[in-house]
């Protein structure tokens, strides 16, 4: 049974950062592809930022390119998503998942098959 548990949301200024982790579980965690969503109230889920099994290819949404920065540690089974320059416009629930397929690299229009129960980041004006 795979599980995914994030951590690491919270209450931050704008401009401040904070770093989200989501801890893996119940999978072969270097084989698969790891992406972060979230979702804002009255909105749909959207993608924020993708990993390959390796952490060689990364993809993000342009709306954080260039402020927040995804990466994984395969030996702790734990992809992590640094935010940097966090502006109100960021606030929402964020989730980490997982593919089910071995080996691909992310690009846009990706789907993914397991879902963690997700971290609330709120970013005050």
């Known amino acids: 049974q795979v599980q995914l548990l994030e951590s690491g949301g919270g209450l931050v200024q704008a401009g401040g950062s904070l770093r989200l982790s989501c801890a893996a579980s119940?999978?072969?965690?270097?084989?698969?592809?790891m992406g972060w969503f979230r979702q804002a109230p009255g909105k749909e889920r959207e993608f924020v930022a993708a990993?390959?099994?390796?952490?060689?290819?990364?993809y993000y949404a342009d709306s954080v390119k260039g402020r927040f920065t995804i990466s994984r540690h395969n030996a702790k089974n734990t992809v992590y998503l640094q935010m940097n320059s966090l502006k109100p416009e960021d606030t929402a629930v964020y989730y980490c998942?997982?593919?089910?397929?071995?080996?691909?690299?992310?690009?846009?229009?990706?789907?993914?098959?397991?879902w963690g129960q997700g971290t609330q980041v709120t970013v005050s004006s």
């Open positions: 990993i390959s099994w390796s952490g060689g290819s990364t």
């Open positions: 998942a997982a593919d089910a397929i071995r080996f691909r690299v992310p690009g846009p229009g990706d789907e993914y098959d397991y």
């Open positions: 119940g999978l072969t965690f270097s084989s698969y592809r």
